[in-house]
């Protein structure tokens, strides 16, 4: 390809660039990396493997310039301490990670021969979801759990735990899927298969086990990437759902210390990478949800050394759901992988952040590479729900990532602390006695949203024995509680507010000692409020067991389009600061004007995978969900188009060019969102069949 000058790049991007200087939304120009995320005296340095490379010349193999060129550095006089050794070939990355000592300078390393470049050492982050004022969002989950009680005892007779049967997912309702069509690739039988998907995140569970040891309850883990799950296959190694991968840090690395890699990869950090996991790749199960390319295996790589790995292994196409800041193309050691991949073939996907309070210009990488994807993130229309049974008015949806654990013969009476939906301090306060039935077990309480926390209310519930149910008010969400007997055992759900800006799934505050909780939307929890008023009703409140998905519960607030999140400037426990409304995903384009994001996936709301340690599945949101949602589809068109050997580029074209566009909001009238914050718009994959039959000519140009 031939380079143009900067000059014509410059002339050739100007309509773009007066685009944006038009936008009403503040250009971030310079997003610079804090002292925190910067390795003290850690650096990265290339090794010039080219055919040019003086070293090369003097006829050092391949295997031996970067040990060459480490000599040489310590010829020079730097002290330095190899953290670690970066040899993949001659079209991979070749150089090391070292530590210097005090006062040693990124020219200083750059004057020896054979450095090509230098980069401090970053560390990289999950990307993370705003939460609301009041604490919703975020990271949580269940209690822990067992392979045989998350299957429901549907649990099979031999290990390894095998994939399901292509026609049962023939019928798939799972929400996110049917908003964009992904259900309907499934039915022509489009799952993925002969793809190895790899994600490079945080890690999975190490231990190896037997059926009898789930099935006896041995299993036990901490947070993290869990492949015990048995929705990810329960297993780890070939033959296994999750078929490959290695840590190349160690559970208990900070970044700065010296990393412990072993063959196994999993990470006791967080529970992200099983969350990621599952969206490509969720077997089918009785809740009603599974991954995009179910019959894709799978992969989980840690770190910069992983994409080596990943490429050796055989990856066809990689997810990177972290993201640092960067600005300009090309600028990172993690972007260049991405290019270094793409010239083998290998299709990388990687989510945008979550940044949109910073505005225009705050690019992140490795998203902002050019032959990577770039994701940014919409809201579920179809929110994960059950239903529940309110006797003589039919089901009610609630939304959680799993039914409650109830019996389905038990019946619950209903009280509200407050009958006046202008009541926004409901439950701040403790709740009062001579107001509040003496024995709250066997009853749903209903309690409204606003002024103070969730926390705080589910404390205020719960020490007077109810158990939780949030609802919302013309302004605010409302709050239910109830309590089951044993008194212990307390349940929490929400319903919404035509006023809200978001609906919203919660976790149990740790001092309100609540067992479950879920949320309702605003029309569901008034009708509940309205059969209440009626003296004449007495209304028992059931929750029927074994429960799946229902579909077509719509988001009414935030589904289909970029969310935005009402967000504090203060951590006070009463709500009496500036409250910003903010998107949830971050804009485009790089500094030096190139188009990010390339398109946009369901990434809100999203229902997947999840540690077995804390409940086995659970709801995340953020652009980290889309870009996994991307990277399945990929592995889908991939598989039905195996025939074409599409490049990287025919892929990405593919899918940006066939996205489909989105309005601003869920107004009549709405304008279209603008592209540095969608890109192409929503991934549909129901052109996945036409593309496979028809083969149109496609451009060989990203």
């Not at 006791?268 to 599952?278: E, F, I, K, Q």
């Amino acid at each position: 390809m031939i380079q143009q000058p900067l000059g014509a790049n410059l002339v050739r991007r100007l309509p773009f660039l007066l685009l944006l200087l038009l936008s009403s939304v503040t250009a971030h120009w310079e997003p610079s990396a804090t002292a925190g995320s910067l390795v003290p005296n850690a650096y990265i340095i290339q090794i010039d493997s080219s055919s040019t490379s003086t070293l090369v010349k003097r006829g050092l193999a391949l295997g031996d310039l970067v040990d060459a060129v480490l000599g040489q550095v310590s010829d020079a006089g730097v002290d330095f301490t190899l953290r670690q050794q970066y040899a993949g070939g001659s079209d991979m990355f070749q150089g090391a990670s070292i530590r210097v000592s005090d006062g040693v300078l990124p020219s200083d390393l750059l004057a020896i021969d054979g450095v090509q470049r230098v980069w401090p050492v970053r560390k990289h982050s999950r990307p993370v979801y705003p939460l609301t004022p009041d604490g919703a969002g975020g990271y949580g989950g269940g209690s822990p759990i067992t392979a045989a009680q998350l299957l429901g005892g549907a649990f099979p007779a031999s290990k390894p735990l095998t994939k399901r049967a292509t026609s049962s997912y023939a019928t798939d309702t799972f929400g996110p899927h049917v908003q964009t069509g992904v259900n309907a690739t499934h039915a022509a039988g489009n799952l993925g298969a002969g793809q190895l998907v790899c994600m490079i995140d945080s890690g999975l569970y190490p231990r190896s086990f037997s059926v009898s040891d789930l099935k006896a309850d041995r299993v036990t883990n901490s947070s993290g990437i869990d492949y015990t799950n048995p929705l990810l296959g329960g297993c780890f190694g070939p033959g296994c759902h999750v078929s490959v991968g290695y840590d190349l840090v160690g559970d208990n690395y900070t970044g700065e210390n010296t990393p412990q890699p072993d063959s196994d990869p999993y990470a006791s950090c967080d529970p992200h990478g099983t969350h990621v996991s599952g969206i490509v790749g969720a077997l089918t199960n009785q809740y009603g949800f599974s991954g995009v390319a179910p019959e894709a295996n799978l992969g989980m790589f840690r770190v910069l050394q992983a994409y080596i790995m990943a490429m050796k292994a055989g990856c066809t196409v990689i997810n990177m759901s972290i993201n640092g800041p960067s600005g300009w193309l090309a600028n990172t050691p993690t972007e260049l992988m991405v290019d270094v991949a793409a010239a083998q073939g290998i299709f990388t996907v990687a989510c945008v952040g979550n940044e949109g309070a910073e505005g225009l210009f705050y690019a992140e990488q490795p998203s902002s590479s050019v032959t990577g994807t770039a994701a940014a993130s919409v809201g579920v229309r179809d929110l994960p729900a059950y239903n529940a049974s309110l006797s003589g008015f039919g089901n009610f949806p609630y939304l959680s990532a799993g039914p409650f654990n109830v019996s389905s013969y038990s019946n619950f009476r209903v009280y509200f602390t407050s009958t006046n939906i202008s009541t926004l301090n409901d439950a701040c306060s403790p709740l009062n006695p001579a107001t509040t039935p003496s024995n709250l077990a066997a009853y749903v309480v209903f309690v409204q949203r606003g002024t103070c926390t969730f926390a705080t209310k589910q404390a205020n519930v719960a020490a007077a024995g109810g158990c939780v149910l949030f609802f919302q008010s013309p302004d605010e969400l409302h709050l239910l509680c109830f309590t089951l007997s044993p008194p212990d055992r307390k349940y929490l759900i929400i319903y919404n507010s035509p006023n809200s800006s978001q609906e919203v799934f919660l976790t149990s505050a740790a001092s309100s000692n609540l067992y479950a909780l879920a949320t309702m939307r605003h029309s569901d929890g008034v009708n509940v409020l309205n059969y209440y008023n009626n003296p004449d009703n007495r209304l028992l409140l059931r929750f029927p067991a074994g429960s799946s998905l229902v579909a077509g519960v719509v988001d009414s607030i935030q589904g289909g389009i970029i969310a935005s999140v009402k967000q504090a400037q203060s951590s006070s426990s009463l709500l009496t600061t500036c409250i910003l409304t903010r998107s949830t995903s971050t804009y485009g384009p790089t500094l030096d004007l190139f188009g990010q994001p390339s398109l946009a996936a369901p990434g809100v709301n999203i229902l997947s995978t999840y540690p077995m340690s804390s409940g086995g599945i659970y709801i995340l949101s953020g652009t980290s969900m889309a870009s996994p949602f991307i990277a399945g589809s990929a592995a889908v068109l991939l598989a039905a188009r195996a025939s074409d050997k599409l490049t990287v580029a025919q892929l990405k074209g593919l899918l940006s060019t066939t996205a489909q566009r989105f309005e601003r909001s869920l107004s009549p009238g709405s304008p279209y969102t603008t592209v540095p914050l969608q890109g192409g718009g929503v991934w549909s994959p129901i052109w996945i069949a036409q593309l496979a039959s028809d083969s149109p000519t496609i451009s060989s140009q990203a």
